[in-house]
């Protein structure tokens, strides 16, 4: 019997959560067929059987979401009974144990971790010493409100998961379970007074909360924002588009010209596009290649493919490929390589007419651009009010390498290639 487990499928990943089944217990499974989809952190993906049998159980049900390395699915390719078979017979040959089965769509270093199920041992449970504490909801409230750090706790619940009674000699003053059950009712109370409803969170997003909320409290953030006359960035862009339509070709959009305006500014300014290595380095990363990342907001939450090498690709170029990698985020078709590798991230909320904004920094990038909305504006223009075109834009740096005037200079250069369009297709 192999059990099939829960793989780590990149490097930000900690849990995965069981999309779909595609075979049932009883079901035979051949060699290459699917077995099931996972959503991770960053997509969701097949995974095929490496060998034939049959599908005996499923441990881990669709929708449920469990640590890295817990067991999915138990499936029987015979290998016990050819044990059986070798015990009974010393003639017999042993059979040799299962390789990993590898992951559709998945770098070769990350197999689907097998192995062949051995007798209960006394062991602690799955994923209760790894770097992050599971926790039921009434666990992780009960902690908030009494200060619990719960990374030391050890859980007792299925799969290690932390329950209630893990906690209860940890609570200030709560000896006894009558303290828990006053909190669990209060809660309950505050709730309903709410019209609350627990909504599930998807794995992507739970990443999403926990990566930006580390870096909203380690990374110190300075905001710098500047202001763009786009007037004559939307002329040059509807002239442009006049003649693309009249080719056959598509047209480009405002943040496609955006992308190539950062890239040629990054060129000019190699220090924003670098990193940050850790408290304890010497040395920052200076990034040779400009790799732009683009903020999507898909069905399963905020991601961000990167257009790779931006600075060496035309204004078209870069709109055909932010168009196919917005298709792919929003059918969850993105792969790990197309949203890995990025420098620098652009924030783009134009068009939902949010005039300006900041965003977090995307680690380990060292800086993020926000872009607000192109609107009409009075401006003065040689000592007269006109009515122009307008975009503002937030650089949100991380000062540890990015200081304040290395910001200004770099939205400089950002505001002479957008208020001299032409040059961004030359």
């Not at 881990?60 to 469990?66: D, K, S, Y």
């Not at 799955?126 to 909801?137: C, E, L, N, T």
């Not at 652009?346 to 904004?357: A, W």
Request: charged share 20%; with cysteine; hydrophobic share 45%.
């Amino acid at each position: 019997m192999i059990e099939i487990k829960m793989p780590r499928l990149s490097d930000t990943m900690e849990e995965g959560a069981v999309a779909t089944w595609h075979k049932q217990p009883g079901d035979h499974v051949d060699v290459g067929d699917v077995l099931v989809e996972i959503e991770t952190d960053k997509a969701t993906m097949e995974y095929e059987a490496y060998e034939a049998g049959t599908l005996t159980e499923i441990l881990v049900a669709e929708g449920e979401t469990v640590a890295i390395g817990t067991p999915i699915a138990l499936l029987d390719s015979g290998v016990a009974t050819a044990r059986a078979v070798a015990t009974a017979s010393p003639s017999s040959a042993v059979a040799t144990p299962p390789s990993s089965p590898q992951a559709v769509g998945s770098a070769p270093d990350t197999p689907l971790d097998t192995t062949v199920a051995q007798p209960p041992v006394s062991a602690a449970p799955a994923g209760a010493d790894g770097p992050r504490r599971f926790a039921s909801p009434l666990v992780r409230r009960i902690a908030r409100q009494y200060g619990i750090d719960l990374s030391g706790v050890r859980g007792t619940g299925p799969g290690g998961r932390i329950i209630r009674r893990d906690i209860m000699s940890l609570v200030d003053g709560a000896t006894n379970e009558a303290v828990l059950e006053s909190a669990e009712q209060a809660l309950v109370i505050t709730d309903e007074r709410r019209g609350s409803e627990s909504v599930a969170l998807s794995s992507t997003r739970r990443v999403i909360a926990r990566r930006l909320g580390e870096s909203a409290r380690t990374i110190p953030h300075f905001f710098v924002t500047a202001v763009a006359d786009a007037h004559a960035l939307v002329a040059m862009r509807t002239e442009l588009n006049a003649q693309l339509v009249a080719v056959g070709r598509a047209k480009v959009s405002v943040n496609d010209l955006l992308i190539r305006a950062c890239a040629l500014a990054l060129r000019e300014h190699p220090q924003v596009n670098a990193s940050y290595v850790d408290d304890a380095s010497t040395t920052m990363l200076v990034h040779h290649r400009i790799n732009i990342g683009v903020a999507v907001a898909s069905a399963i939450g905020l991601v961000v493919p990167v257009i790779n090498d931006a600075d060496h690709k035309t204004v078209s170029e870069l709109g055909v490929e932010a168009k196919q990698l917005a298709a792919l985020a929003n059918d969850k078709r993105l792969s790990l390589e197309q949203m890995s590798g990025g420098t620098f991230t652009i924030s783009n909320l134009g068009m939902f007419g949010v005039e300006q904004f900041t965003a977090i920094i995307n680690p380990p990038e060292g800086a993020i651009l926000a872009v607000g909305a192109t609107a009409l504006e009075p401006r003065v223009i040689d000592g007269e009010v006109q009515v122009r075109h307008t975009m503002r834009y937030t650089l949100s740096s991380d000062h540890r390498i990015i200081d304040g005037a290395l910001a200004a200079q770099f939205l400089q250069t950002l505001t002479t290639y957008l208020e001299n369009p032409w040059s961004l297709v030359a």
